[in-house]
């Protein structure tokens, strides 16, 4: 480990970086660097500037990729390097006005179908349950299912926070049998590397199989999971506080744009042309 990157990891943990976010901010400084075959040290704003022309110009990265690129490059230029120049440098970025992909009820239960692997599914189920991040579904312990308060305790969510959601007494059924099927011990759902949770890489692949052999055209997710749980809550009358308090979302704007997804009340909504008298006094003048 070079010592740039032994200083960068110790900033991160000083300021109480998830694991996750410190291990993504690593690999978006290495390849930077590698993408210029040398050290950050040694480079500066143009470079900078350059690499995210080439992420949106060439590879078309998706904004959250280059999101946390840009946020990787200011930590270590700003806090690591102590070097102000870069940081100020680089333009602010416009959050894009996209909706997120959402399934309805019968599209969920036929992705589920497609999934026939009984850990991979109750993943998945366990995400859409309980409104879940992907990467909170994989990090659940056997002891965080609490079947006396129905309720699941989330350890460490985003903004390192904990908080509890409902335990659907559903989800309680289904968890039992794939406790009683694989005998996973303390944690949830290990992966393939002894000791070790299942990676949200390896989820993202299966939601990528069961998409096609459900054959279904949308671009599903992990996080679709948990989109839908949002929208489907809203649409079966649960008041947007509630919502964001289970989505563990730090701003209410954030939970509020699930109004313009959910769809449900459409169709009783009249549209203000079906208010109007549209025939033509004395018939067609043709």
Not at 24 to 30: G, H, L, P, Q
Not at 49 to 63: D, G
Not at 171 to 196: K, M, N, S, T
Request: hydrophobic content about 40%.
């Amino acid at each position: 480990m070079t010592p740039l990157r032994r200083r960068m990891i110790d900033d991160m943990t000083l300021r109480n970086f998830t694991p996750q976010t410190m291990q993504s901010y690593v690999w978006c400084v290495a390849r930077f660097a590698l993408h210029f075959g040398r050290s950050p040290e040694h480079l500066g704003p143009e470079e900078v500037r350059a690499y995210l022309l080439y992420l949106v110009q060439e590879r078309h990265v998706s904004f959250s990729h280059y999101k946390k690129v840009r946020s990787a490059l200011r930590f270590l230029y700003r806090v690591t390097l102590g070097r102000g120049d870069v940081p100020e440098a680089i333009p602010p970025v416009k959050q894009p006005r996209t909706l997120p992909i959402v399934l309805s009820p019968d599209e969920v239960a036929r992705f589920f179908a497609a999934v026939r692997n009984i850990k991979h599914r109750t993943i998945l189920m366990t995400a859409y349950a309980a409104g879940l991040r992907i990467s909170e579904v994989t990090q659940l312990q056997a002891a965080d299912i609490d079947s006396q308060r129905m309720v699941i305790h989330v350890r460490n969510g985003k903004g390192r926070k904990d908080r509890y959601v409902m335990l659907s007494p559903r989800l309680l059924e289904i968890l039992r049998a794939y406790y009683r099927a694989v005998r996973p011990g303390d944690i949830l759902f290990p992966g393939a590397i002894p000791g070790r949770p299942i990676t949200t890489a390896s989820v993202q692949k299966v939601c990528q199989r069961a998409r096609r052999a459900a054959g279904m055209a949308k671009n599903i997710t992990a996080h679709t999971m948990r989109h839908s749980f949002a929208t489907h809550l809203l649409e079966a009358g649960t008041d947007l506080r509630t919502i964001q308090v289970l989505m563990g979302h730090q701003s209410f704007s954030t939970t509020a744009r699930y109004v313009h997804i959910a769809t449900a009340a459409l169709p009783s909504i009249k549209s203000p042309l079906d208010r109007l008298d549209l025939s033509v006094p004395g018939g067609d003048r043709s």
